[in-house]
């Protein structure tokens, strides 16, 4: 079965809101995550999480499995990678290794940044 690729302006629009976002951080944590949890760690009210959660599962990035009265949700993991590869093809470079900790990017040569490689005199030149 096909799927079609992911909208990724869909996906930012959907992890803008500081709720939305506590709620994926907080279902990346586990395998499957159960809604009673939410209700108990978020400051909102259930239907305000119904809300959040239809968002984020229209977005693509979490799935909703009902069993009995019962949700549960689930990250969706191949979404948030190719959302990490879109962005990536923006600013290619050396990939970190999956699993790689601070200590070993520490290891790898730092590039400097725009602000340090450029004078006053190579500013670009901004006119509407």
Same mark, same amino acid.
């Given at each position: ?6 909208a #990724?302006?869909?996906?930012f ?6 709720? =939305?976002?506590?709620? !994926?951080?907080? &279902?990346?944590? $586990?395998?499957?995550f ?11 009210s ?9 968002i ?7 799935? #909703? ?6 949700y549960?949700?689930?990250? =969706?993991?191949?979404? !948030?990678?190719? &959302?990490?590869? $879109? ?42």
């Amino acid at each position: 079965m096909s799927r079609e690729p992911v909208a #990724v302006t869909e996906v930012f629009k959907a992890l803008c809101d500081p709720i =939305r976002w506590s709620i !994926v951080q907080q &279902v990346a944590q $586990e395998e499957e995550f159960a809604c009673s949890i939410l209700e108990d760690m978020l400051p909102v009210s259930k239907p305000t999480i119904s809300y959040h959660t239809k968002i984020l599962t229209q977005a693509g990035v979490i799935e #909703v499995r009902k069993r009995g009265r019962n949700y549960f949700y689930t990250l =969706r993991r191949d979404v !948030v990678r190719e &959302v990490i590869d $879109e962005l990536w093809t923006l600013a290619p470079g050396d990939r970190p290794e999956v699993g790689s900790t601070a200590e070993d990017e520490a290891r790898q040569p730092r590039r400097p940044s725009h602000a340090e490689t450029s004078s006053d005199n190579d500013a670009p030149l901004l006119t509407w």
